[in-house]
């Protein structure tokens, strides 16, 4: 049940839409709540992490729910360290998959099934590694204790073609999307900051889509 997409399509939708919200929560509801609100905020894009013992089943209830309801919206899986694990998700549905780390296993896997990988990288070697075995686009983490927007604007200096999104301490702020985006960055991914635990626990998802509302406005913003 993977998405009518194909990669190339999902890689420009990722970076049309550039805010990458992410999180997991091991009760199904909560999670079709969280998402059901990202997507009522105008995001058509929510990373899911394999994080719990629970993280399959919830997922494969959330591919069902957003095929019957946002059929256009990417729902992708995050934090694979393994190709079994890549490949157990392929076939559940994700749209794309993304790793905290680079393993070269999981981005054949994905390429072999014609699935999007983003590799989570710390180091220009790792990039240049990333792009060398095929990667499009790769995941700057953990970003905030890496050094930030200084660390992004330091690495693209000597290499401005690289695509990034950045993921680790992120806030969801209007400062900090911006110094991002001004380092060069192509994404932003958004955990506890964005979709907020507080925000969950309270059943707040009116507040979290208006949150995401803001947000989405603000990144388009920055494009004019």
Same mark, same amino acid.
């Given at each position: 049940?993977?998405?009518?997409?194909?990669?190339?399509?999902? $890689?420009?939708?990722? &970076?049309?839409? /550039? $805010?990458?919200?992410?999180?997991?929560?091991?009760?199904?509801? =909560?999670?079709?709540?969280?998402?059901?609100?990202? *997507?009522? @905020? @105008?995001?058509?894009?929510?990373?899911?992490?394999?994080?719990? #013992?629970?993280?399959?089943?919830?997922?494969? +209830? &959330? =591919?069902? *729910?957003?095929?019957?309801?946002?059929?256009?919206?990417?729902?992708?899986?995050?934090?694979?360290?393994?190709?079994?694990?890549?490949? /157990?998700?392929?076939?559940?549905?994700?749209? *794309?998959?993304?790793?905290? $780390? $680079?393993?070269?296993?999981?981005?054949?896997?994905?390429?072999?099934?014609?699935?999007?990988?983003?590799?989570?990288?710390?180091?220009?070697?790792?990039?240049?590694?990333?792009?060398?075995?095929?990667?499009?686009?790769?995941?700057? *983490?953990?970003?905030?204790?890496?050094?930030?927007? !200084?660390?992004?604007? !330091?690495? +693209?200096?000597?290499?401005?073609?690289?695509?990034?999104?950045?993921? @680790?301490?992120?806030?969801?702020?209007?400062?900090?999307?911006?110094?991002?985006?001004?380092?060069?960055?192509? @994404?932003?991914?958004?955990?506890?900051?964005?979709?907020?635990?507080?925000? =969950?626990? #309270?059943?707040?998802?009116?507040?979290?889509?208006?949150?995401?509302?803001?947000?989405?406005?603000?990144? /388009?913003?920055?494009?004019?």
């Amino acid at each position: 049940m993977n998405s009518a997409m194909n990669r190339q399509e999902v $890689l420009r939708k990722i &970076l049309e839409i /550039r $805010l990458m919200p992410l999180f997991y929560n091991e009760d199904a509801g =909560v999670a079709i709540e969280v998402m059901k609100a990202v *997507f009522e @905020g @105008g995001l058509g894009l929510m990373e899911f992490t394999n994080r719990g #013992s629970k993280a399959m089943p919830v997922f494969e +209830k &959330l =591919v069902r *729910f957003k095929s019957d309801r946002y059929p256009d919206a990417l729902l992708g899986i995050g934090s694979i360290v393994d190709a079994s694990t890549a490949n /157990r998700y392929i076939q559940a549905g994700a749209d *794309f998959v993304v790793s905290p $780390l $680079l393993n070269r296993e999981v981005l054949e896997a994905c390429a072999g099934k014609g699935i999007l990988h983003i590799p989570g990288c710390s180091t220009l070697t790792e990039i240049h590694q990333a792009e060398r075995w095929g990667a499009e686009l790769v995941k700057v *983490f953990p970003a905030a204790q890496l050094g930030g927007p !200084a660390y992004i604007k !330091a690495i +693209k200096g000597p290499c401005p073609w690289l695509s990034i999104v950045v993921t @680790g301490g992120v806030k969801a702020t209007a400062e900090d999307l911006k110094a991002y985006h001004d380092a060069g960055v192509e @994404g932003f991914g958004l955990g506890s900051d964005l979709i907020s635990g507080k925000l =969950v626990s #309270s059943g707040d998802y009116a507040g979290l889509s208006e949150k995401v509302r803001e947000l989405v406005n603000f990144v /388009r913003s920055l494009e004019t």
